[in-house]
């Protein structure tokens, strides 16, 4: 690495020191050009040389479809990066004055010794947010500041530490609650849509799925048949009205209409048209007079919600939803309400009987649902993918 024709480079921002029991860090605001920069990821290396690679698992590579989303994230009207990004940075490339409370970052061409030199590109080693880093190069806007937590010289096995504090340690979100904070949103969204259809027919006693999704995720207190969770539904419903949630809510929350589906939105979401027009009232139709056929013609095998039942519970609502869009497109042209008589008609096709929804027939898990799926799509004479809607 010695000899690189790279100049000597550095620049300063604001920071403020912090005393904590681990020992001192920094806290401070990069552009987040300075940030795409200056960062690299090397987890693999840190964790090896301290053993705990068997603990924490092997280097975590950058997961190319959250990098994807984050990208689109950073370009909506509303994204945010609240958290800090977490770094750690060699003594010989950071330096802080107490006098002017700014703390200085430089790369270190000519070390001393045997040391190897750090160029530009490394002088922050990422301790904890590499996605949104990674999403952040695809942002186009100007400004877009980052908050950053710097540790300066610490030793690797407290980089290794905090990886796995950050990493393993932190609760997440249960999907489920991030799906129903959507309910307080103003602007209409695929996710709103979705979460909202979930809660009735969740809600409503004629339901076919009354009061047997987990709103939150979690059993709800007094009820006994709660099968399914609330993201769970809202994540079977999605794809259906949307073929990028993320860019239709941001083009709805800036006041803009949505474009009509071209013929290829609509063969990959059928009830797309249905979404732009504002008809969220049919899409719950469609899907609570498919659901109320299935319970006519499975009345018995609906009715079982127990452990070993498969139809109500998320196998067979899973596999469901996969046969639910040839369905659709066999009963005719996109933007279409079928009854439950009109989906009955093709139901009745299956050879299965109630009794034949266990888990000995269909067993838990991908494979089971993919079972069931396959079968009752040969039994209706449809293919997973049944020709688009025109």
Not at 351 to 360: E, G, M, S, W, Y
């Amino acid at each position: 690495m010695k000899g690189t024709s790279e100049e000597p480079t550095e620049f300063s921002v604001k920071a403020i020191r912090l005393r904590q029991p681990m020992g001192e860090f920094f806290i401070a605001s990069i552009p987040f050009r300075r940030l795409v920069e200056i960062s690299y990821f090397d987890v693999r290396r840190m964790l090896k040389e301290r053993e705990v690679e068997e603990y924490l698992g092997i280097q975590r590579p950058l997961n190319k479809k959250r990098v994807e989303e984050l990208g689109q994230y950073v370009n909506t009207v509303d994204a945010s990066f609240p958290t800090a990004v977490i770094l750690a940075v060699e003594e010989r490339c950071a330096s802080f004055n107490k006098d002017t409370g700014e703390l200085t970052f430089r790369n270190d061409l000519a070390p001393d010794g045997d040391a190897e030199p750090i160029l530009y590109r490394q002088i922050a080693k990422v301790l904890d947010g590499q996605h949104r880093i990674a999403g952040l190069e695809h942002y186009s806007g100007e400004n877009f500041d980052v908050n950053v937590s710097i540790f300066v010289d610490i030793e690797l096995e407290d980089q290794a530490y905090i990886f796995s504090v950050v990493n393993l340690a932190q609760t997440k979100v249960n999907r489920s609650l991030a799906y129903d904070l959507f309910e307080l949103a103003k602007a209409r969204s695929p996710q709103k849509t979705s979460h909202n259809i979930a809660v009735a027919l969740d809600r409503h006693k004629d339901s076919p799925m009354y009061r047997r999704i987990k709103r939150l995720g979690t059993a709800t207190e007094g009820r006994v048949n709660e099968v399914l969770t609330q993201a769970g539904v809202v994540e079977a419903v999605l794809p259906l009205i949307s073929v990028s949630p993320i860019a239709d809510r941001d083009t709805l929350k800036r006041g803009k209409s949505l474009s009509r589906p071209s013929s290829e939105e609509i063969t990959k979401a059928p009830l797309r048209g249905m979404f732009v027009d504002g008809r969220d009232v049919e899409i719950l139709d469609v899907l609570w007079n498919y659901f109320s056929a299935v319970r006519a013609r499975w009345p018995s095998a609906w009715a079982n919600t127990g452990q070993g039942a498969v139809l109500p519970r998320t196998n067979g609502f899973r596999a469901l939803m996969r046969v639910f869009r040839p369905i659709y497109v066999k009963l005719g042209r996109s933007g279409i309400v079928p009854t439950e008589a009109q989906y009955r008609e093709i139901l009745d096709k299956v050879q299965l009987d109630d009794a034949d929804f266990t888990v000995d027939r269909f067993k838990p898990g991908s494979s089971g649902e993919g079972e069931l799926a396959a079968t009752m799509l040969a039994d209706m004479g449809l293919t997973p993918k049944q020709h688009s809607l025109l």
